[in-house]
């Protein structure tokens, strides 16, 4: 049996749920936000949608409203309550809501559409493949995964250190405070590609709306040897 070393799970996101959303936004000028509601638009009624590390949940709130079967999974309980709030409020269906580490969640039914906002950023590159493997366990085979989260770095070194610069102030924040790894941005269009997962659709949305294009949309697909 393979073997990886897990980090722990994070903490004190309970005490982020009045602020994260401003946070995101003041940050990003509505990149973040923007990224994962177009993530949240390309999900259908009656298939089976998991959000993984909802958050504040106003994407799965779409995905509810879109008539989705939804499922989410937070480690934090705040943070899960309020995005089932903002389910129940969307006059679409009813969530199902999963309080724990989504390392350790299983399901019995594959999932159409697999919802990863911001959450891949929480670990280390090291990790990565690990979470990739558990988001393709839980898809079905012909199903999706939609990840929002940054661009891979620039290619120039000025544009690199900028974008480093930029992710590394709030990383700094997240690891000190809620334990997120530290690390550099994601290549994930590698990581990706070396779980054996395919990039059909990329979207790439630019901070403030004029500046640079560091948050993108990718929608996954699994490759057929699986
Ligand atoms: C960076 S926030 C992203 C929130 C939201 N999806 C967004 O796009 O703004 C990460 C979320 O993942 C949750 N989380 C962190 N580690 C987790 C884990 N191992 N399993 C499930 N949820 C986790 C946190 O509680 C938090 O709500």
Known sequence: METYSASAVTRNYDRLVGVYDLLASLWSGGAIRAARMW????????????????GTGDDAALCCANGADVHLVDASQKMLAESV?????SGGTDPVAIDDDFRNVQFTQPM???LV???????CS???????????????????ILIS???????????KSLMELWHGIPMAFFFLFTGNAWHGVHDLPHALEEAGLTIVQRQKFRIFGIGPRWIESLIVEIKSDR
């Open 112 to 114: 159409d559409d697999i």
């Open 149 to 159: 989260d940054f661009s891979p770095p620039a290619h120039f070194f000025a544009s």
């Open 117 to 123: 906002p911001f959450f891949l950023n929480i670990f």
């Open 85 to 89: 709030l903002r389910c129940k409020s």
């Open 39 to 54: 993530c949240a638009r390309q999900t259908r009624s009656k298939t089976r949608v998991l959000v993984v590390g909802a």
């Open 126 to 144: 090291a990790e990565l493949p690990q979470i990739l493997r558990h988001l393709k366990e839980c898809n079905a085979s012909d199903g999706r």
